[in-house]
């Protein structure tokens, strides 16, 4: 087992370092819950809002996530895109999906050719068993996808229940 | 939340079937809970990097140094670095508490810490600031052997926690052993039983979406069992703990662990 | 004031490619959970997280409620120049956190 990172830093907090900023938003916003979830159509649209209603061409987008999980509460999840990275041909964004959730939406991250490969990994929340979805916005305008079914568990004697 | 665990009962009535004595789990069959995770879930405990417990772990080593109560004392003030003071604490606790004449356990060490020495209110259980003190305590013992201290006065207590172990609670009717050595490895649902090895505690746990201390995960299996859960800092838990950290002897320390 | 945990290489040969690991303390609540009293926990996430190494955003993400709590993000950067790698979260009410790696490319 590792014991330490000695190769790396780990930032401690160090406040000089650091500011914490008030914005010019106003008070947190009550969200009302809505009666109901995101659907594979909500999701559709979903991307279509991301696309702006472009042709989305399936293949070269790897959604890297086991399809039977212990626990929809942090999801580890790597989105992979075949590109070469370079100044002329890169992935300007991924677009993370779902059909399941209350809303369609994960995340949006944006990649620049100076991220070396088009690669994000990060943690979701999936509150059923459902796709997932990622779309890639390339340099060249064109969009692909890749998706994933995963099946969502329970670990034994959660809390509440 | 959108997940719910209406599936335990049928399953926890299939298992009413089996065991009458309970059989405990021999020394080279034992083993820690991680090895029941899935390989994303032990990768998330194995680096620091991605161990979210360690952001506990940061704030421990922040209030580990910060003064506090009317004595205007850190914990650094009398014990200096926790990598050496605390190294191994940890692994042996609970201990016997001659003042009390009771054993405590860490958290009940930190409160009294408080009191005693920092003149200061105690930390609330399960409060962020006192798992962040004792998830940093318990990485001073990372990777030693769980070493419960060979003290005759804690005999009659940890008898006493093995008793409640073995004691069938709530309406399901299970004790602790029932699940934890009688029908490990086998599935609860879609989850694997595991034999409840206490040797990687404060967890930070995915469904808890944070860290919570070993109480509390004890409480989760009462309540799962149907029962009225013991008070967090009651005797039963501290004997419940120095009965697991008994049967957990030699193994290695985990904390913080990350757990489903 | 959230904890943040960051892994970045202290040295990295020039042009390559590194990793970077992010985490910060946030209960990503995401405004659909009651609490025990039976009403809605306001929603309180973390929207926004840019990186910038050498002046220019490299890696931005914009979040929604299903990032899990104490959001992680990890990705590559290709290493160009000694210097500080800046990373920001802003959350729904436009408060921002800053911090900085130092890395030494040779």
């Keep these: 087992m590792k014991t330490q990172i000695l190769s790396t830093q780990i930032l401690n907090i160090d406040p000089s370092r650091r500011a914490f900023l008030a914005g010019a938003a106003g008070a947190a916003v009550c969200v009302i819950a809505p009666s109901a979830r995101a659907t594979p159509e909500a999701m559709a649209q979903a991307i279509k809002d991301f696309t702006g209603g472009k042709s989305v061409r399936e293949g070269g987008v790897e959604v890297d996530i086991p399809v039977l999980l212990e626990s929809g509460h942090s999801v580890p999840t790597i989105v992979r895109v075949d590109s070469p990275m370079n100044a002329q041909n890169y992935v300007r964004a991924i677009a993370v999906f779902n059909e399941r959730n209350p809303q369609p939406n994960v995340g949006v991250f944006h990649l620049t050719p100076r991220s070396g490969r088009a690669f994000v990994s990060t943690r979701i929340r999936l509150g059923d068993s459902q796709k997932v979805v990622a779309v890639a916005q390339m340099s060249d305008g064109s969009f692909r996808s890749g998706s994933i079914d995963v099946i969502v568990t329970l670990p034994a004697c959660v809390e509440g229940a | 939340m959108i997940l719910r665990a209406l599936w335990i009962l049928p399953a926890c009535a299939m298992l009413l079937a089996v065991a009458i004595a309970h059989a405990e789990i021999p020394a080279q069959e034992r083993k820690s809970g991680a090895e029941f995770m899935s390989p994303q879930t032990q990768a998330m405990q194995a680096d620091d990097a991605s161990n979210p417990g360690m952001l506990a772990v940061l704030d421990g080593e922040a209030a580990w140094n910060e003064k506090a109560g009317a004595a205007n004392k850190a914990c650094a003030d009398c014990h200096g670095a926790a990598e050496q003071s605390m190294k191994g604490v940890s692994a042996r606790y609970p201990a016997f508490n001659a003042a009390t004449s009771q054993p405590i356990d860490v958290a009940g060490q930190v409160n009294q810490c408080r009191a005693e020495r920092q003149q200061a209110q105690p930390l609330r259980a399960e409060s962020r600031e006192l798992l962040a003190l004792t998830t940093y305590i318990g990485l001073q013992s990372r990777g030693m052997p769980v070493a419960p201290p060979d003290d005759e006065r804690l005999t009659p207590f940890r008898e006493r926690g093995k008793a409640l172990f073995n004691q069938r609670l709530g309406q399901l009717n299970f004790s602790c052993a029932h699940c934890h050595e009688d029908n490990w490895g086998r599935k609860l649902g879609s989850a694997p039983i595991p034999q409840a090895h206490a040797n990687a505690y404060p967890i930070y746990r995915l469904e808890w979406q944070d860290v919570g201390s070993l109480q509390r995960r004890l409480r989760n299996c009462m309540s799962g069992v149907r029962a009225a859960p013991y008070s967090y800092g009651s005797l039963e838990f501290i004997e419940l703990e120095l009965f697991l950290a008994e049967r957990a002897r030699g193994m290695a320390v985990e904390t913080p662990g990350v757990r489903p | ?106």
């Excluded at chain 3, 997280?49 to 931005?60: L, M, N, R």
């Excluded at chain 3, 992680?72 to 959350?91: K, P, Q, R, Y």
């Design chain 3, 1 to 106: 004031m959230a904890r943040a945990l960051i892994n970045v290489p202290a040295k990295a040969k020039k042009g390559e490619i590194i990793e970077i690991k992010t985490m910060l303390s946030h209960p990503m609540e995401t405004g659909f959970r009651p609490s025990d009293d039976g009403k809605l926990v306001p929603r309180n996430i973390i929207k926004r997280f840019v990186c910038t190494y050498d002046g220019e955003a490299v890696f931005s993400a914009d979040l929604f409620p299903a990032i899990s709590a104490n959001p992680f993000l990890s990705f590559t950067l290709v290493a160009t120049n000694s210097g500080v790698i800046t990373f920001s979260w802003t959350d729904d009410n436009g408060q921002t956190q800053v911090q900085t790696a130092k890395i030494e490319v040779a």
